[in-house]
């Protein structure tokens, strides 16, 4: 089957303490995304990666950091910077990124991560 | 900010046509508007897009007024499966992240029996 895998789907941490949210894909796509969202609210866009090896802050990068390496992976690490680490985690991917042409986003399961 | 504008809920009864409205009204002549719908507890599903002509799938129907300023999803058949929050987004432009999907909050639609 082809998809997003996103694990775990219910990760606890302590406060001060970075953590790494995993996002795989097999759906041979270019572009990967990691949002944030809080309950009762939209989704905002945290980072996101047109293609191996490069990578652009979104709306709310502040705290957050990741890595393409591969291009089926794009990992999140939410830092003890990040003033509200708890909320629910999406990531996405799609085929490309290019605002010439339409394109839709495939999201994966999401992550919830609390953090105390 | 959203470029969008929903309403924040709607009912529907089951087997009824449920239309979703949203207003857009300083798209680009070049942005698509997008559907995406969210279950509870699940990442968005795309349902549909469109630029200027109306659209059909097989899950919805996206009608986009001439001027596209406005636009609406019609599901055909609503069951209760597809209570849900619908987004109506119009797709990001040039500037800074090109591939920037702007969710707002959506419209809640309930399917009641």
């Known amino acids: 089957d082809g998809g997003i895998t996103q694990s775990p789907k219910y990760l606890f941490r302590k406060e001060g303490q970075n953590v790494t949210l995993s996002c795989e894909q097999n759906?041979?796509?270019?572009?990967m995304y990691w949002y944030r969202q809080d309950p009762g609210q939209g989704l905002r866009l945290i980072y996101y990666s047109q293609i191996v090896n490069d990578f652009q802050k979104g709306d709310i990068a502040e705290g957050y950091s990741v890595s393409r390496e591969k291009k089926e992976s794009f990992p999140l690490t939410v830092t003890s910077a990040q003033k509200n680490p708890t909320a629910f985690y999406l990531c996405?991917?799609?085929?490309?990124?290019?605002?010439?042409?339409?394109?839709?986003?495939?999201f994966g399961p999401g992550t919830r991560l609390t953090v105390t | 900010d959203a470029k969008t504008t929903q309403p924040t809920s709607m009912d529907c009864a089951e087997g009824r046509a449920a239309n979703l409205p949203c207003n857009h009204s300083?798209?680009?002549?070049?942005?698509?508007v997008y559907w995406y719908r969210q279950i509870h507890s699940q990442g968005p599903q795309y349902i549909i897009h469109g630029l200027k002509n109306n659209e059909t799938n097989e899950m919805a129907s996206l009608i986009i007024t001439e001027d596209r300023k406005s636009s609406t999803l019609i599901l055909p058949h609503a069951t209760l499966r597809d209570t849900a929050v619908y987004y109506c987004i119009v797709k990001g432009g040039y500037g800074g992240s090109q591939g920037n999907l702007i969710f707002g909050k959506g419209t809640k639609l309930s399917v009641k029996p």
């Open positions: 996405a991917s799609s085929i490309g990124d290019r605002p010439e042409e339409p394109y839709e986003q495939y």
């Open positions: 300083t798209i680009s002549g070049n942005e698509y």
């Open positions: 759906l041979n796509h270019d572009a």
